[in-house]
């Protein structure tokens, strides 16, 4: 058997679900429906997918990270020295401001990023709900900290306090906090980013300082006379955490093939998703989107349930000691590993989008 390493990123598996199920507990306490159970499920197996596949994907951005950061590293910068970190988790963010703004007004990359928005719901299992083919391109945007030869170490430890500070703002049970919401991004800030609201669109996206938004011109502020609505414009109708990865991929590409010239084509890929051949790009309000109904029933069957809950158990177990052990895996054992796990989630994903489905509504 392959030696196990402990590792932080292993810690956080269980910690995030750990939180999910505190919030939970709170709502039910404080009499609030913030859950819905198939949702959270699949959110929490598209979060664990996400994992086994980032976990070999993310080896390309360390590794490109550390050569630019050796070859092209302008200073030399003292660890032991806390402005350092600093420094460093500040322009991490600035950074991420813009990854995350690329991620939704460029086609290609909305492929990825939309897996994130996928969710009707807004709650900490919203955080876990993360893409499985975004790391082909996020790295790039992080190479200005390796030509100032911020060293790799530094490098992957912002990169991880910046993503895990995201997650408790993912949640309804917090409201203002008062002059905060100046400096950092709030629970508040950032369900403005889920809105689908149309003062909510392409809004707010700094990681852990909002002061990006505000320098840039994305800031909106939460509107009490407005509740927002979340999710995407066009229901996923799906609790396939595959799916929910490719389905923009596969719409994309239709789209494209159905362009008459080259232009037209590539435009499919890198203009506004909004974008169209006849010149309108404006994303299209609200009110005009036809009212798209759930094609699931209203209780998750319980044997849908039960292979659910099973399915996260077994999943996040096998994920702990896949993380602890692939260091020691060979590269071709890895990629195997991550599409075997690929593929029962996207088995077990049909089966959970059939075994909801109202089949009633559906021969209407």
């Known amino acids: 058997m392959p030696e196990f390493t402990l590792s932080?990123?292993?810690?956080?598996?269980?910690?995030?679900?750990?939180?999910?199920?505190?919030?939970?507990?709170?709502?039910?306490?404080?009499?609030?429906?913030?859950?819905?159970?198939?949702?959270?499920?699949?959110?929490?197996?598209?979060?664990?997918?996400?994992?086994?596949v980032n976990a070999t994907g993310a080896v390309i951005s360390a590794f490109m990270y550390a050569?630019?950061?050796?070859?092209?590293?302008?200073?030399?910068?003292?660890?032991t020295n806390p402005l350092t970190w600093?420094?460093?988790?500040?322009?991490?963010?600035?950074?991420?401001?813009?990854?995350?703004?690329?991620?939704?007004?460029?086609?290609?990359?909305?492929?990825?990023?939309?897996?994130?928005?996928?969710?009707?719901?807004?709650?900490?299992?919203?955080?876990?709900?993360?893409?499985?083919?975004?790391?082909?391109?996020?790295?790039?945007f992080y190479m200005p900290l390796a030509v100032l030869g911020i060293p790799v170490q530094v490098f992957v430890v912002v990169g991880l306090i910046d993503l895990l500070y995201q997650v408790w703002v993912h949640t309804r049970l917090v409201g203002r906090l008062g002059w905060i919401e100046y400096v950092l991004v709030t629970p508040s800030n950032h369900r403005v980013h889920h809105g689908k609201n149309d003062y909510c669109i392409d809004k707010n996206y700094g990681g852990m300082f909002c002061a990006w938004d505000r320098i840039f011109g994305t800031y909106a502020d939460e509107r009490e006379e407005e509740?927002?609505?979340?999710?995407?414009?066009?229901?996923?109708?799906?609790?396939?955490?595959?799916?929910?990865?490719?389905?923009?991929?596969?719409?994309?590409?239709?789209?494209?093939?159905?362009?008459?010239?080259?232009?037209?084509?590539?435009?499919?890929?890198?203009?506004?998703?909004?974008?169209?051949?006849?010149?309108?790009?404006?994303?299209?309000?609200?009110a005009d989107i036809p009212v798209t109904a759930s094609v699931f029933v209203e209780e998750t069957p319980a044997l849908v349930k039960i292979s659910g809950l099973a399915m996260t158990g077994i999943s996040a177990t096998l994920l702990v000691f896949y993380l602890g052990t692939k260091?020691?895996?060979?590269?071709?054992?890895?990629?195997?590993?991550?599409?075997?796990?690929?593929?029962?989630?996207?088995?077990?994903?049909?089966?959970?989008?059939?075994?909801?489905?109202?089949?009633?509504?559906?021969?209407?």
Request: net charge neutral; with cysteine; glycine share 6%.
């Open 67 to 79: 050569i630019i950061e050796m070859k092209f590293g302008t200073f030399e910068w003292d660890l």
């Open 227 to 286: 509740p927002i609505v979340y999710g995407l414009k066009k229901k996923l109708n799906s609790w396939n955490p595959v799916w929910s990865n490719l389905h923009y991929w596969a719409s994309m590409f239709e789209k494209a093939r159905r362009q008459n010239n080259w232009r037209d084509k590539l435009m499919c890929f890198f203009a506004p998703p909004a974008w169209s051949p006849d010149g309108d790009s404006a994303p299209r309000p609200l």
């Open 86 to 140: 600093i420094f460093a988790l500040v322009l991490y963010d600035l950074l991420y401001y813009w990854v995350h703004r690329t991620g939704h007004e460029v086609n290609m990359f909305w492929a990825s990023h939309i897996t994130h928005h996928s969710s009707d719901e807004f709650n900490l299992s919203t955080a876990l709900r993360q893409a499985s083919t975004g790391f082909y391109f996020k790295w790039i």
């Open 327 to 364: 260091q020691h895996m060979p590269g071709i054992v890895q990629i195997f590993c991550a599409t075997t796990a690929v593929s029962a989630f996207g088995l077990l994903g049909y089966f959970w989008t059939q075994g909801n489905k109202d089949k009633k509504e559906l021969e209407l």
């Open 8 to 52: 932080p990123n292993i810690l956080v598996v269980p910690f995030l679900i750990t939180l999910v199920l505190i919030e939970l507990v709170i709502s039910k306490v404080m009499g609030r429906s913030v859950y819905n159970f198939q949702d959270s499920i699949t959110s929490i197996n598209i979060g664990i997918m996400s994992q086994f």
